[in-house]
């Protein structure tokens, strides 16, 4: 039997309106489909399979690997739907008494995962002095009463764990001998430096484990149907890939996946590493930057259903426009026909004035029947698209952080709303595939590794710290299934903490390398 050699990839991006796909050939676009994202969405992605397979004839057995982005965890929380009944355990005592946790959560979300709170001893100072010592019989009588209540997902957070990760990982042995059935989430292994916020985000991640599976699960059957046996990767927040085993373990890793696809597609597509990226899909405009060919990432708290966290997510600014957006006088959006584009709006015989009809009355696009949007006032049409494009150029105006000259690629099927030129951005690019940059982004992705915590400089160097904390995240990037030799270190922030004693300093390192399907 003669083997096929296996070079091709697949991206797929599933967005609230359409879901995109590409097959790839290296850095090359043999082929592109966009179809309508369905209810279940799952077959949408049949759907998209065989719609690549129709454009260009290729064999299931060629495909290297098939790299998906979802929005399906982030509509679960900002829904309160599918989640999972999760417990929190707290290791902090006598500390944060006052603050038990999910204290800022949003009431419909804190009671769709059942309100369960546990403070006990544990905790380090920033420093790994121990602030109290951990209590196996404490750890014992908190699985003895998850058991009684049938809980079946826990978030595990210690004051200080990125610092020490000890009392973390005891609590969840002791749970795990207790209850081994019990889906587990660390803290250290999701959040950053602060305690609410990086509970929160475990919090999250936990009550998506079941979810979780069934989506990994949907997408396997989904690429069995159409007689694909490649592995199958999810995309991060930051741009990178992990496989699904991680997902089930770390499934809020892909919340803002979307707009980070399309960054890094667009990267690609214009071959600017630095640049304003104006995504416009059908229900939205997400507008973000990128800084040496990844997406600059928030250097706050971000906001997840009204739940404040902390870990990695793109600095990203949205407004509610889209292809989608239906259009009231000279209003446009915030709500969008979505899925229903193809059936509601003007130029394909529908009833629903959308900015899409505005578009091609403009005569920025052609697309549907011209004739059915001639009775537009043109007048109108021509003052609506300008306010889109003013809408748009001061989002990206409020995003850049000097008076520099600031390209700007413009990507997304939406993107047929804007003109050539953004007031105040003459440099506008609309690249070669533009209309699914988001599904190129999630084919061309790499695998990456990051480290960020605190360091005492004084028996290390602040040199010796920086060379660890690189050594470090290497070795996780090439532990994720980078390709040794292609790991490299694309960001080093340092920053002094001066509220804390002893030469405290935050250090943040990330490395990338090129995914080598074997290893991973």
Same mark, same amino acid.
């Given at each position: 039997? %003669?083997?096929?050699?296996?070079?091709?990839?697949?991206?797929?991006?599933?967005?609230?309106?359409?879901?995109?796909?590409?097959?790839?050939?290296?850095?090359?676009?043999?082929?592109?489909?966009?179809?309508?994202?369905?209810?279940?969405?799952?077959?949408?992605?049949?759907?998209?399979?065989?719609?690549?397979?129709?454009?260009?004839?290729?064999?299931?057995?060629?495909?290297?690997?098939?790299? *998906?982005? %979802?929005?399906?965890?982030?509509?679960? =929380?900002?829904?309160?739907?599918? +989640?999972?009944?999760?417990?929190?355990?707290?290791?902090? /005592?006598?500390?944060?008494?006052?603050?038990?946790?999910?204290?800022?959560?949003?009431?419909?979300?804190?009671?769709?995962?059942?309100?369960?709170?546990?403070?006990?001893?544990?905790?380090?100072?920033?420093?790994?002095?121990?602030?109290?010592?951990?209590?196996?019989?404490?750890?014992?009588?908190?699985?003895?009463?998850?058991?009684?209540?049938?809980?079946?997902?826990?978030?595990?957070?210690?004051?200080?764990?990125?610092?020490?990760?000890?009392?973390?990982?005891? @609590?969840?042995?002791?749970?795990?001998?207790?209850?081994?059935?019990?889906? *587990?989430?660390?803290?250290?292994?999701?959040?950053? *430096?602060? +305690?609410?916020?990086?509970?929160?985000?475990?919090?999250?991640?936990?009550?998506?484990?079941? /979810?979780?599976?069934? *989506?990994?699960?949907?997408?396997?059957?989904?690429?069995? %149907?159409?007689?694909?046996?490649?592995?199958?990767?999810?995309?991060?927040?930051?741009?990178?890939?992990?496989?699904?085993?991680?997902?089930?373990?770390?499934?809020?890793?892909?919340?803002?996946?979307?707009?980070?696809?399309?960054?890094?597609?667009?990267?690609? +597509?214009?071959?600017?590493?630095?640049?304003?990226?104006?995504?416009?899909?059908?229900?939205?405009?997400?507008?973000?930057?990128?800084?040496?060919?990844?997406?600059?990432?928030?250097?706050?708290?971000?906001?997840?259903?009204?739940?404040?966290?902390?870990?990695?997510?793109?600095?990203?600014?949205?407004?509610?426009?889209?292809?989608?957006?239906?259009?009231?006088?000279?209003?446009?959006?915030?709500?969008?026909?979505?899925?229903? /584009?193809?059936?509601?709006?003007?130029?394909?015989?529908?009833?629903?004035?959308?900015?899409?009809?505005?578009?091609?009355?403009?005569?920025?696009?052609?697309?549907?029947?011209?004739?059915?949007?001639?009775?537009?006032?043109?007048?109108?049409?021509?003052?609506?698209?300008?306010?889109?494009?003013?809408?748009? @150029?001061?989002?990206?105006?409020?995003?850049?952080?000097?008076?520099?000259?600031?390209?700007?690629?413009?990507?997304?099927?939406?993107?047929?709303?804007?003109?050539?030129?953004?007031?105040?951005?003459?440099?506008?690019?609309?690249?070669?595939?533009?209309?699914?940059?988001?599904?190129?982004?999630?084919?061309?992705?790499?695998?990456?590794?990051?480290?960020?915590?605190?360091?005492?400089?004084?028996? /290390?160097?602040?040199?010796?710290?920086?060379?660890?904390?690189?050594?470090?995240? +290497?070795?996780?990037?090439? @532990?994720?299934?980078?390709?040794?030799?292609?790991?490299? =270190?694309?960001?080093?922030?340092?920053?002094?903490?001066?509220?804390?004693?002893?030469?405290?300093?935050?250090?943040?390192?990330?490395?990338?390398?090129?995914?080598?399907?074997?290893? @991973?």
């Amino acid at each position: 039997m %003669t083997r096929i050699e296996r070079t091709l990839r697949i991206g797929i991006d599933v967005g609230g309106t359409n879901t995109d796909a590409v097959l790839m050939d290296g850095t090359a676009v043999l082929a592109e489909v966009k179809t309508s994202t369905t209810d279940d969405v799952t077959s949408g992605i049949v759907a998209a399979l065989r719609g690549l397979a129709s454009a260009r004839e290729f064999a299931p057995g060629q495909i290297q690997a098939v790299m *998906i982005g %979802t929005t399906h965890f982030t509509n679960a =929380i900002v829904e309160a739907s599918r +989640l999972t009944e999760t417990a929190v355990i707290r290791l902090a /005592l006598p500390a944060t008494r006052a603050l038990p946790p999910m204290v800022d959560w949003p009431d419909r979300l804190r009671l769709a995962i059942g309100d369960h709170g546990y403070l006990c001893h544990g905790g380090h100072e920033f420093d790994g002095r121990v602030i109290a010592p951990i209590d196996p019989e404490e750890i014992k009588k908190v699985a003895a009463d998850l058991h009684a209540k049938g809980v079946r997902s826990v978030a595990i957070s210690s004051v200080f764990s990125p610092v020490s990760a000890e009392f973390e990982q005891l @609590a969840a042995d002791v749970l795990r001998a207790e209850l081994p059935e019990v889906h *587990i989430s660390l803290s250290h292994e999701i959040g950053r *430096i602060g +305690l609410l916020e990086r509970e929160n985000a475990t919090i999250i991640n936990a009550c998506l484990r079941d /979810l979780a599976d069934g *989506i990994v699960d949907a997408f396997g059957t989904a690429l069995q %149907t159409v007689g694909i046996d490649a592995p199958l990767f999810l995309s991060q927040n930051d741009g990178t890939l992990m496989d699904v085993e991680y997902t089930r373990r770390y499934p809020v890793a892909t919340f803002a996946s979307g707009p980070t696809n399309s960054m890094r597609g667009a990267a690609f +597509l214009s071959g600017l590493a630095d640049c304003a990226v104006v995504d416009i899909g059908g229900t939205t405009t997400d507008v973000g930057v990128l800084a040496r060919g990844f997406p600059r990432e928030s250097a706050t708290e971000v906001d997840l259903g009204g739940v404040r966290s902390n870990f990695r997510m793109p600095d990203v600014l949205s407004v509610g426009i889209g292809g989608g957006s239906r259009v009231r006088g000279t209003a446009v959006g915030p709500d969008s026909v979505g899925y229903e /584009l193809t059936r509601r709006a003007l130029v394909f015989g529908g009833d629903t004035l959308t900015a899409t009809d505005l578009a091609v009355a403009g005569g920025l696009a052609e697309i549907g029947d011209p004739g059915l949007v001639a009775h537009l006032d043109r007048s109108a049409v021509r003052a609506t698209l300008a306010r889109i494009a003013r809408d748009v @150029a001061e989002i990206v105006d409020r995003m850049r952080t000097s008076a520099a000259p600031l390209p700007v690629v413009v990507v997304g099927g939406g993107s047929i709303l804007l003109p050539d030129e953004l007031p105040g951005f003459p440099d506008v690019r609309r690249p070669d595939h533009f209309a699914v940059a988001n599904a190129i982004g999630a084919a061309i992705a790499q695998v990456g590794g990051e480290v960020d915590r605190i360091f005492a400089i004084g028996v /290390l160097t602040r040199e010796e710290v920086l060379e660890h904390a690189k050594a470090e995240a +290497l070795d996780k990037a090439v @532990a994720a299934g980078a390709r040794p030799e292609s790991a490299q =270190i694309v960001e080093v922030d340092e920053v002094p903490i001066a509220y804390l004693p002893g030469n405290a300093v935050r250090i943040r390192v990330k490395a990338v390398g090129e995914l080598e399907v074997a290893r @991973a």
